[in-house]
């Protein structure tokens, strides 16, 4: 499975980006309000500078007390993107991700952001790719 059918499979809310500069707290209640863990640090929502996750914040705040929500997100954000492709495919992807130990992966396209998956999105997939796999075995076992 390619990541392209992640991004098809995905509903078509967009990518959630906050303006470099924003406060971290205000970057929190987005996250909350929109019950996502990740937002992009952006100022059009194509060009990353980016990428705050919900575990960012939460470091900062045991390392720092709640005094850091006031900070602008270019403080906390993850400025080392590592990005995919959409027709990367999704094994690619997780090994990524596990191996970079993040959960949120942007898909570019050159320099644009046209996506963003989880990793919740990748299990999802891969779940799903496993159930046909299971179904075509047992049809052919069944002979159907």
């Known amino acids: 499975m390619l990541v392209q059918q992640i991004l098809k499979d995905k509903s078509d809310d967009g990518v959630v980006s906050v303006a470099p500069g924003s406060s ?6 987005t996250l909350s309000s929109r019950k996502i863990g990740a937002v992009v640090v952006s100022f059009d929502g194509k060009q ?6 919900e575990r960012d914040i939460v470091r900062a705040i045991g390392a720092n007390g709640p005094g850091c929500l006031a900070d602008p997100v270019d403080s906390l954000m993850t400025s080392k993107i590592i990005s995919a492709t959409r027709d990367e495919t999704v094994d690619s992807v997780l090994g990524k991700m596990t191996q970079g ?24 997939a891969q779940l799903a790719e496993l ?13 159907f």
Do not use: T, Y
């Not at 971290?24 to 209640?29: H, P, S, T």
């Not at 990353?48 to 996750?53: E, N, Q």
């Not at 130990?101 to 999802?124: A, C």
């Open 131 to 143: 159930a046909m796999e299971k179904e075509a075995l047992e049809g052919m076992i069944k002979g």
């Open 48 to 53: 990353m500078a980016g990428i705050l996750s």
């Open 101 to 124: 130990r993040f959960r949120h992966m942007p898909v570019m396209e050159g320099n644009q952001m046209v996506g963003l998956i989880s990793i919740g999105d990748v299990v999802k």
């Open 24 to 29: 971290v707290g205000e970057a929190a209640k």
